[in-house]
């Protein structure tokens, strides 16, 4: 009789504990709240030391407040890169490129494999694999430049890394896609697909040998 009367209330209480457990909110001791309760923010976002916000407007609080962001302090290099190109995006950048030098020395045999595969991979589509502009695209865009001409043979290494790091006519930067190396890289590359001297190949091969035989001076 007794098991009974006791069974019912034991499963009474054992109900209630756990409907009031899990609809407690406070889930007890955190040992790691940053990591329980992490907070999202947009890249490069300013920060404080406790709260969110997205521009300073407390200017008094600075100096009692850690303001941060997450932009690398101005100047930074990464290691291993080149120095930053500070020419400016205009006619007169343009112009003083032609003064500034290829950092690179002569690439060795691994770079030279390295800037052929870039260059294939991010020039070839337009100039060719040779450079002479006759890539998968040639025909659809225009004005595609064929580096093989006396004017590109001619152009100085900076005004070539210029055209890449910024665009030129048609072509647009490739700042993005390629790191400062590695259009410096592919500037050393397309020397040598350009003619060694100063004759450089036609943009339109010309026929060789197209009168007849039975008119040929004996």
């Not at 504990?17 to 890249?43: F, H, L, Q, W």
């Not at 006619?91 to 595969?117: C, F, Q």
């Not at 890394?161 to 592919?186: C, E, P, V």
Request: aromatic content about 8%; hydrophobic content about 40%; overall charge positive.
């Amino acid at each position: 009789m007794k098991r009974t009367i006791y069974f019912p209330a034991i499963l009474f209480i054992a109900i209630i504990i756990i409907v009031s457990s899990c609809s407690n909110k406070n889930p007890g001791r955190d040992y790691m709240p940053d990591m329980r309760y992490s907070r999202a923010y947009e890249t490069n976002a300013v920060l404080d030391s406790s709260v969110f916000i997205s521009t300073i407007t407390d200017r008094a609080a600075i100096g009692h407040k850690i303001f941060y962001n997450s932009k690398p302090v101005n100047g930074t290099v990464r290691r291993g890169e080149l120095f930053a190109y500070t020419l400016p995006n205009d006619s007169n950048g343009y112009k003083m490129s032609a003064g500034v030098k290829n950092p690179l020395g002569p690439l060795n045999h691994t770079d030279s494999i390295e800037a052929a595969r870039l260059f294939n991979i991010n020039c070839a589509i337009c100039h060719g694999a040779t450079g002479v502009a006759n890539g998968p695209l040639s025909g659809k865009i225009g004005a595609i430049a064929n580096l093989t001409l006396p004017l590109y043979v001619t152009m100085a290494d900076g005004t070539m890394f210029h055209s890449m790091t910024y665009g030129k006519n048609t072509m647009g930067s490739y700042a993005a896609q390629l790191d400062r190396k590695q259009r410096w890289m592919i500037v050393q590359y397309i020397r040598t697909l350009q003619p060694k001297d100063s004759t450089a190949t036609a943009a339109v091969p010309v026929a060789v040998n197209t009168v007849p035989d039975s008119i040929k001076t004996k």
